[in-house]
Structures are given as C-alpha cells and as structure tokens.
C-alpha cells in the first residue's frame, strides 16, 4: 500500500524555535488517524505544512506521492486535502442547505450559487450531507439559530461537499456538550468508512471513542504511536500529561494515585474500575456539573500511574483525606470481584493508613453503599 500522507524530517523553525523538530509522520489512505499532545505539542503546526501554510524549513511533505513543498495553499486544497478549523466558518445568515450549495461550488461564482436554480443532482448531494450531518430538520432556518455543535456539524459537511480525500480536523469537540461530542464522534466514525481523516483533539473521552491509531506529538515531534490503551499507559506519555496544567489540585491528585494503584494491582485496569474513580473523584471534588466535567477529563488524563502506595500514603497529611483514600479505593476494588492481588495491597493500605479498625469497618460499609447494586 502506498502511504496517502509521508511526512519526512520536517523541520519548521519560527526565529529558531522548533515547532515541528524531525518528525516523521506516515498514514494509508482510509485511516481515521487521531492525534494527541499537550498544548504546545505542534499539533496545529502540522497540519499547517499539510495545508501549505507553513512552509518546511527542512524536510518533505508528500501527499499521494505528490511533493508539498512550495506548492500554495490554494493549490494543495485542489489536490484533495480539506481542513476544518477550530471555530466554524459557516454564513450566519444563509441556512444550512445554502450553505453546503456553496460549498458544492466553491470553484464557482458566489452570486451564481445563491440566485440561480440548484441543478437536481446537486440537491441530492446537499440531501444526503444534510442527513449524514444530522440537520436536514433544521436544513431552512439561518445557521445563526443553530447551536455549537450544530455549526461544527454543518461545517463537517461543507468540508465534505469539496469532496477532499483527505480531511484535517482541529479539536472538533470544544466547547460541546457531551451529548454533542458523542454525536460528532460518530458522525467521524461515519465519515471514516469513504474518506481518509485526521483529528486533532484535546479530550480524551472523546478520542477513545473514536480512536483507532494514535499519534501522540510532544515537542515538535512524535513521542510514540499505537491504539489508545497504548498509548494511555505509555509512561513517557503519562508524564508528559502528568507536566501539564490541571484543574486538579495536589490533594486531589495524591488520592487519585492512590485509587489508581489500587486498580492498577492486577496490571488489569478494569473500566469499571475506572469509571468507579473518576465518577466518585468529580463529585467529591465539585458540586458544579461544568467544573466536574472538566475535572473528570483531567482525571482520565492522568489515571496512568502506578506508584508505591509507601511513597504516597505518607503525603496525606488530615485524618480525613486518609478516611477519604480508603474509602476510594475500596470502592474501586469492590467494583468488580477482589482478587488476592487487590486483597493483600488493600491490606497494605490500611495499615500504611493507621486508622482505627472501627472506621475502617464503617468506611467500607459505607463505600459498599456507594456501589452501584
Ligand atoms: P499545538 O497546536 O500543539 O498547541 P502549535 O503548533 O500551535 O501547538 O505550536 C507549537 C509551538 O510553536 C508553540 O510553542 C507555539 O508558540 C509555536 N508557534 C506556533 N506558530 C508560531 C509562529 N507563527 N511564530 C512563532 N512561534 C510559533
Ligand atoms: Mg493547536
């Protein structure tokens, strides 16, 4: 198979900052590749030498064989490859339909597309995307009415009227609900089976819904690659996740290591386990349902660790956090059936924790409760 997409050694230095530094990047026609990093990463750097925004300082990019260098953006776009940016580009005040009639035509004069008649095949096309796309209900009232999902829908769709056989797309899911996030998820699951796509994205739910390959980029390169469970429990990964700035306090994250090296026993993270823990976590931590969703994101981002419970049982410092890392992490372990391993580093818990038995005895009631039946 020939590769659609051959990034070799590109270099890009802005006043001698490296923001892509050697990397190498290659993907076959009809992948949906997901790529990852930190904010920083080059994520959007490299989809600008894609797009011939960028020029290399070294290196080639090549697409379908095809040598990107020097080529105009223009030129690069009529090759077959589509960028969606981050906030939508969509007319306002034209509907849906008209919209993605425009977009049909983008080669053609604007004023022709709005006042002449749309020949019959070209409705259909304009149809079926308003389908594929989720909005052929709302396919006649102005794209300003529509809500945030629903404009990144709707340019999902302009994008893939131009008919590219490549589609670049740049955090699609921020500032969505998560009803809308899911949707979109497989509204690119969807797009997936006759184009070839690349997403960029920050939020990690997301990308294990639609995730198939990743690339991860740190520093202007790539740091590793494979599925998500890979590279999620990657170490190099997780720390460069881990150095990054959360909504997660010190406190907080000390109990989330412990929780997450109680599931972590077996090398066998459940997602029970998992769910159990970031649940339980964002409502304790906030009360505010936004606040928790974003908290529950950073979480997953950082569940990867697994830590000697003698390095953190120590940093606890108030009786009530330590009643507060046992309760967790029995929950955890009890949310599917404890085995020996989980049974003998719970047993090191407590008495890592010192608490009198008593407590723990009510403390373990009472997480029992917590589970669901
Ligand atoms: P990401 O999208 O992964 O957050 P970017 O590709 O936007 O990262 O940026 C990578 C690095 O390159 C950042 O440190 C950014 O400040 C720097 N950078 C990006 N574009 C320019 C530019 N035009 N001039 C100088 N520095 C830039
Ligand atoms: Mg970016």
Redesign the pocket.
Known sequence: MTALLEIENVT?S??G????NDLNFAMNEGELRVII????????????VITGK?QPTTGQARFQGKDLKKQAEHTIARLGIGRKFQTPRVYLNLTPRENLELSCNRDKNVFATLFKKTPTAEKRTVGGLLETIGLDHKADVPAALLSHGEKQWLEIGMLVAQSPDLLLV?EPVAGLTDEETEQTGNLLISLAQSHSIIV?EHDMEFVRQIARQVTV?HE?SVLCEGTMDEVQNDPRVIEVYLGQETHVTPEQMLLLRIAATMAWADNNFDPVQQAVILERLSQQFSSDSEERAQLKADLNNLLGKNIPLEELVPQLTTDAQREQALMLSYEVISSNQINPIEARLYQQLVTLLGLPPETVSRLEAAALENLPS
Do not use: M
Request: glycine share 16%.
């Open positions: 890009v802005f006043d900052f490296k923001a892509l990093g930190p904010n920083g990463a080059g994520k959007t750097t490299f989809l600008d960028v740049d960029i980029l202007g």
